[in-house]
């Protein structure tokens, strides 16, 4: 085991898009954990976009990050030493930790996770926040119908391909929109979309979205906000369900959004639009675990990983989200 301890400290707060010099590592002793407590190294760790939330200093549903202290998210990790009884050297763990070679945990923020067919990364992302994301996101607000057409935007991060895979479970029309031909012709190809839309080429956002929903939009599942879901709204039917789950494309935004709001097709089609977040489902987290994992071992729901190699390059990897690099989630293996 190391004798040093790496961890990486926000050090001030993003203006725009954030850079490399907002963050800093630091070295120190690798801690030693006290009575109830355990000694957890890193082996793989998150980074996700709500985290942009976060490096700024204003009141949302989490606290923001404070300032010259270690970023906390999550990881999947050893017990190297314990004095809790609850923990075992050699489990392996899943929890909200630092972004650091080894954290010190009381037990309350991290839970045991099994070692069996199912990679262990997958606690990090389809067994792990972005699979209940898409689970109760898309099932409780959306309520898809079978025959009815869901569009997904940012359809090939972590939340977005699961929400398309579950779609189709249900027997809908699905339409992925994504970054990149690659992405699009994952999600058409590996995992079962039947339309896709390359924001970034299109030269008609609307006109796309419309070729590919013949039958208009029921349900929109939305990670991304901005003009493409100006688009979205023009063509959704009567009755619609919009799920608000990010919007990504504002969290670099340095003034607040003032384009015209597009909510009054809301009023027109009598449609319904919710924001929410994966904790408020959190008393229900077992059993969409158990729906997942029950579809990802019988096959029926694919993942795809995007891992980046050492902690050192953790800020590059965050960075990287915003630049669309990702297909799938984006992970950080820091040990074996």
Same mark, same amino acid.
């Given at each position: 085991?190391? &004798?040093?301890?790496?961890?990486?400290?926000?050090?001030?707060?993003?203006?725009?898009?954030?850079?490399?010099?907002?963050?800093? %590592?630091?070295?120190?002793?690798?801690?030693?954990?006290?009575?109830? &407590?355990?000694?957890?190294?890193?082996?793989?760790?998150?980074?996700?976009?709500?985290?942009?939330?976060?490096?700024?200093?204003?009141?949302?549903?989490?606290?923001?990050?404070?300032?010259?202290?270690?970023?906390?998210?999550?990881?999947?990790?050893?017990?190297?030493?314990?004095?809790?009884?609850?923990?075992?050297?050699?489990?392996?763990?899943?929890?909200?930790?630092?972004?650091?070679?080894?954290?010190?945990?009381?037990?309350? !923020?991290?839970?045991?996770? &099994?070692?069996?067919?199912?990679?262990?990364?997958?606690?990090?992302?389809?067994?792990?926040?972005?699979?209940?994301?898409?689970?109760?996101?898309?099932?409780?607000?959306?309520?898809?119908?079978?025959?009815?057409?869901? *569009?997904?935007?940012?359809?090939?991060?972590?939340?977005?391909?699961?929400?398309?895979?579950?779609?189709?479970?249900?027997?809908?029309?699905?339409?992925?929109?994504?970054?990149?031909?690659?992405?699009?012709?994952?999600?058409?190809?590996?995992?079962?979309?039947?339309? %896709? *839309?390359?924001?970034?080429?299109? %030269?008609?956002?609307?006109?796309?979205?419309?070729?590919?929903?013949?039958?208009?939009?029921?349900?929109?599942?939305?990670?991304?906000?901005?003009?493409?879901?100006?688009?979205?709204?023009?063509? $959704?039917?009567?009755?619609?369900?919009?799920?608000?789950?990010?919007?990504?494309?504002?969290? !670099?935004?340095?003034?607040?959004?003032?384009?015209?709001?597009?909510?009054?097709?809301?009023?027109?089609?009598?449609?319904?639009?919710?924001?929410? $977040?994966?904790?408020?489902?959190? !008393?229900?987290?077992?059993?969409?675990?158990?729906?997942?994992?029950?579809?990802?071992?019988?096959?029926?729901?694919?993942?795809?990983?995007?891992?980046?190699?050492?902690?050192?390059?953790? *800020?590059?990897?965050?960075?990287?989200?915003?630049?669309?690099?990702?297909?799938?989630?984006?992970?950080?293996?820091?040990?074996?």
């Amino acid at each position: 085991m190391s &004798e040093l301890n790496r961890s990486i400290y926000l050090v001030s707060r993003p203006e725009g898009m954030p850079e490399k010099s907002n963050f800093k %590592t630091v070295e120190s002793p690798v801690p030693q954990p006290a009575e109830g &407590e355990v000694l957890v190294q890193t082996m793989y760790l998150s980074v996700d976009p709500y985290m942009r939330g976060r490096m700024r200093d204003v009141k949302s549903y989490v606290p923001p990050f404070p300032l010259n202290e270690v970023i906390v998210g999550g990881v999947v990790g050893r017990v190297v030493e314990s004095k809790n009884p609850n923990f075992a050297k050699g489990d392996i763990i899943a929890g909200m930790l630092g972004w650091s070679d080894y954290s010190i945990s009381n037990g309350k !923020n991290i839970k045991k996770i &099994e070692t069996g067919a199912i990679p262990v990364t997958h606690a990090l992302g389809i067994l792990g926040m972005p699979g209940l994301t898409a689970y109760f996101g898309l099932l409780e607000i959306g309520k898809p119908k079978e025959g009815e057409t869901v *569009v997904v935007s940012g359809a090939a991060g972590a939340v977005g391909m699961v929400v398309g895979q579950i779609a189709k479970l249900k027997g809908c029309r699905v339409v992925g929109i994504a970054g990149t031909d690659e992405k699009n012709e994952y999600l058409r190809s590996e995992l079962g979309f039947d339309a %896709t *839309v390359n924001y970034k080429t299109t %030269t008609n956002m609307r006109q796309s979205l419309a070729e590919a929903c013949p039958n208009g939009i029921d349900v929109y599942f939305d990670n991304v906000g901005g003009e493409i879901t100006d688009a979205v709204l023009t063509l $959704i039917n009567y009755q619609a369900r919009i799920v608000i789950c990010g919007q990504i494309s504002a969290y !670099n935004m340095e003034k607040p959004d003032l384009r015209p709001n597009p909510f009054t097709q809301l009023l027109i089609k009598s449609a319904m639009a919710k924001g929410f $977040i994966a904790s408020d489902f959190a !008393n229900r987290n077992q059993e969409g675990l158990a729906q997942l994992t029950e579809w990802v071992t019988q096959g029926k729901l694919k993942f795809k990983e995007n891992v980046v190699e050492g902690l050192e390059n953790t *800020v590059e990897a965050f960075l990287g989200l915003f630049r669309g690099e990702n297909l799938g989630k984006q992970l950080v293996k820091v040990h074996d």
